[in-house]
């Protein structure tokens, strides 16, 4: 099973997107493990929402649907759903 997932930075009002077959793991890792890479800089970061899927093929393809124009479109969505709670 994989998983993509956003991460939101409250501190920083950043989001990242990404993919991984160990959600938990890779969570811990953006925010503690981690000793380089653009999303030590903007830590802590929250599980904003995730989506499973069942090959590596099809979360990758999702990874970069979310990346592009309507799928930016759709993380600002949930994001202002998120922080009008």
Avoid: Q
């Avoid at 993509?4 to 501190?11: G, I, P, Q, R």
């Avoid at 997107?17 to 890792?29: A, F, H, P, Q």
């Amino acid at each position: 099973m994989y998983c993509v997932y956003v991460l939101y930075s409250e501190t920083y009002n950043k989001t990242y997107v990404g993919y991984s077959s160990d959600l938990e793991s890779r969570i811990k890792s953006h925010n503690e493990y981690a000793t380089k890479g653009w999303t030590i800089k903007y830590r802590p970061w929250k599980l904003l929402f995730h989506e499973e899927y069942s090959t590596k093929a099809e979360a990758m393809k999702r990874e970069k649907a979310l990346k592009a124009g309507k799928g930016r479109d759709y993380i600002k969505k949930i994001l202002s759903e998120y922080i009008s709670k």
